[in-house]
């Protein structure tokens, strides 16, 4: 080998040497036993689906999983757990994807930044994306100002997550601005997201053909190389999530009414109460987390006010009738989510109010046999009663009244009270009977 061939391949060695050593690119690694931790996030985004997220991570890395895969089906939430959202993907020691998924599902509102923040993304045919844009409470405008300074807050967050994945800013720029949706199919061809799976078993054949990035280098496998494990909930999760759903917020703060009006309608039966007090101090906590209309509650409360007054006030039902109306327009209009539509609907509303009437009207009407029975007890029970004299002496004696003895006295002036005759109770002092003696011999 001459000197000057010696030195052309030293130097196409150290050129290849340096290239490998820094180029940027990842070195690809093959197959080999990949575990993947499959999770569903469904419902609206609040406090309970955080704690899903954060369990399901802590539970991969712990347990030696090598990917995660989210199932997302949302209609949006809360901006400030959709931020704790993100922030967990994006600081996640394992690769996660999403699949939006089954056929049917969306990615709406924060479901959007989820997607955006996410590996690899994927969605299911016949699959929705969009519909970002941010309103306050309850549905309402948020004001101009504060809407300005929110919706620049979220643009630059996920241009700058859409950037990172190499998706289409310039769209999820829209999906906040003028609140835009895609198809799946259409989100595809605009690179909103990487591609269109049947399945999590899809996206993960996939997302091997494309390759996974782990630290410095890009993991690629095929179908028999991979097993995907469900995560199950903690029991944490499920009580908050099942809490945190709007219709049993709802009946929890109509079964905490009925329970404080049925204690306050008939004091002292104590469990009502303390199951209404348990039911409505859940319901606030549920009601503090969802986009409750203040008006709707308000209107729910009125009711409970009515229902208690017909309790105490002779209205003929008029004040019942108030009730099931104000209770009726509450339960229409106490949440509000994307766009603008009650979370409950009238199938639920309508049988619950009718239910809620039939329970007043049944109190109402124990109560009031209750009070308008005659007493069989007791000092009132025994005036009116007659009885028969046994023994008499001057004012005082000993008298039978329904089978029983008692001593009597009589205060009537110039009363001439026999033994055998009849006499009247007028009133009770102590065990002492105060009669009058009457004229017509009546039964015991």
Not at 99 to 113: I, K, L
Not at 376 to 390: D, E, P, Y
Not at 392 to 410: D, F, L, M, N, Q
Request: aromatic fraction near 10%.
């Amino acid at each position: 080998m001459t000197r000057c061939s010696f030195l052309f391949i030293l130097s196409l060695s150290l050129v290849f040497y340096v290239f490998t050593s820094l180029s940027p690119f990842v070195t690809p690694s093959f197959a080999r036993n990949v575990r993947a931790l499959y999770f569903e996030l469904h419902g609206s985004i609040n406090p309970a689906q955080v704690d899903l997220v954060e369990g399901a991570i802590s539970y991969a890395r712990d347990n030696g999983f090598d990917v995660i895969i989210m199932g997302l089906d949302t209609p949006g939430g809360l901006g400030e757990s959709m931020r704790k959202i993100v922030k967990l993907i994006l600081n996640s020691p394992l690769p996660l994807a999403v699949w939006v998924g089954p056929r049917g599902a969306r990615a709406a509102s924060a479901g959007v930044f989820i997607v955006a923040a996410c590996s690899f993304a994927t969605m299911a045919p016949q699959t929705s994306i969009g519909a970002a844009s941010p309103v306050g409470m309850g549905g309402k405008n948020i004001p101009t100002t504060l809407e300005k300074k929110i919706k620049n807050d979220f643009l630059s967050l996920i241009r700058a997550m859409a950037r990172r994945r190499g998706r289409n800013i310039h769209w999820y720029e829209s999906a906040i601005e003028d609140a835009s949706s895609l198809t799946a199919q259409e989100a595809v061809i605009d690179r909103v997201v990487d591609s269109i799976a049947i399945s999590p078993r899809d996206l993960m054949v996939q997302w091997g053909k494309r390759g996974v990035e782990m630290g410095n280098s890009i993991l690629r496998f095929q179908a028999k190389d991979f097993s995907i494990h469900t995560y199950s909930p903690p029991f944490r999760y499920r009580f908050l999530s099942w809490l945190l759903d709007p219709q049993i917020a709802y009946l929890l703060l109509l079964g905490g009414i009925a329970g404080l009006f049925f204690e306050l309608a008939h004091p002292g039966v104590i469990f009502p109460g303390t199951f209404g007090g348990i039911c409505l101090l859940l319901a606030l906590y549920a009601l503090s987390i969802l986009p409750t209309n203040v008006t709707g509650l308000l209107l729910i409360l009125m009711a409970l006010l009515l229902f208690v007054l017909e309790a105490k006030v002779v209205s003929y039902g008029l004040l019942t009738i108030g009730g099931l109306v104000c209770l009726f327009l509450g339960s229409t209009i106490l949440f509000r989510f994307e766009y603008g539509l009650s979370s409950l609907p009238l199938g639920t509303i309508v049988p619950t109010v009718m239910g809620v009437g039939v329970f007043v009207a049944l109190i109402l009407y124990l109560v009031t046999r209750v009070q308008l029975k005659p007493e069989t007890t007791g000092k009132s029970a025994m005036i009116g009663l007659r009885g028969k004299v046994l023994d008499w002496r001057g004012e005082r004696g000993r008298i039978r009244v329904r089978g029983e003895i008692w001593k009597a006295i009589s205060r009537e002036e110039g009363a001439r009270i026999s033994p055998g005759e009849k006499v009247e109770v007028v009133d009770i002092e102590g065990l002492t009977l105060i009669v009058k003696p009457i004229s017509k011999n009546l039964k015991e």
